[in-house]
């Protein structure tokens, strides 16, 4: 059996969060490995001779090593394409161009907008730095308008590239749901075709997997 493929990062990251949903429906096995990002261990010369911004996630396979997400996404699904969830990333140039089109708009048009929210609501109070006030207004009022195009889009059609949940539905798993544990799952509720959609997106048996490795048992006491 081949060894399984390493992904370097927390799992609480929403970029690995995004790696770690892609495996999962793809059935590869993988082995999470810890980068303690509060020790600043991701900017050190070890890390970033894997990733050169100093960011995760890394990721490796073979010997060979991927960063950015959606670029390790689009692999994992090409490599795996005979096993797991086959249709993830299409299978013909059509499917795969719509697929690819959501997916350059949750990284060009909703990612934007929704990391500065998932930063200035969840991570900065944890973090005690102090919340932009400014920032999060603007930035609700981007990601209402990229919302009410995808509303438009998921009245016509189940997901966004078509009749299945592909990579362009996953994508948006981990910003979406960091926002909708705060005020601005709102955004999503209040458009009925966003709020279904994001109903199905994230009941997910993968994605549920993915929380959970989020957030392990707490250990027995003694
Ligand atoms: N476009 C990159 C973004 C990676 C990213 O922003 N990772 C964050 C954690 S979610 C990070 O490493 N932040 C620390 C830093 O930028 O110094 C990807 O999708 O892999």
Redesign the pocket.
């Known amino acids: 059996m081949a060894a399984p493929v390493k992904l370097y990062g927390p799992p609480f990251?929403?970029?690995v969060a995004r790696v770690m949903v892609t495996l999962l429906e793809k059935d590869v096995p993988f082995q999470l490995l810890p980068v303690n990002?509060a020790k600043g261990e991701?900017k050190k010369p070890d890390y970033l001779k894997i990733q050169p911004f100093?960011?995760?996630?890394a990721f490796q396979d073979e010997g060979v090593t991927i960063?950015?997400?959606?670029a390790i996404s689009r692999y994992v699904c090409d490599k795996y394409a005979n096993q797991g969830n086959r249709g993830l990333f299409g299978t013909n140039p059509l499917e795969k161009a719509s697929i690819d089109q959501w997916l350059e708009a949750e990284g060009q048009n909703f990612n934007p907008p929704s990391s500065i929210l998932v930063f200035q609501l969840t991570f900065a109070p944890r973090m005690k730095i102090k919340q932009d006030e400014n920032l999060i207004e603007q930035n609700e009022a981007k990601l209402a308008s990229v919302l009410d195009v995808y509303d438009r889009r998921l009245n016509e059609s189940k997901y966004l590239a078509g009749d299945d949940f592909t990579l362009a539905d996953l994508s948006h798993l981990p910003n979406a749901q960091y926002l909708n544990g705060t005020d601005d799952g709102e955004l999503f509720r209040s458009r009925k075709n966003v709020e279904r959609w994001w109903g199905e997106v994230s009941s997910r048996e993968s994605w549920k997997k993915v929380l959970e490795m989020q957030s392990p048992p707490a250990p027995k006491k003694a």
Do not use: K, L
């Open positions: 990251s929403t970029a990002m991701h100093g960011q995760v996630p960063f950015e997400s959606r």
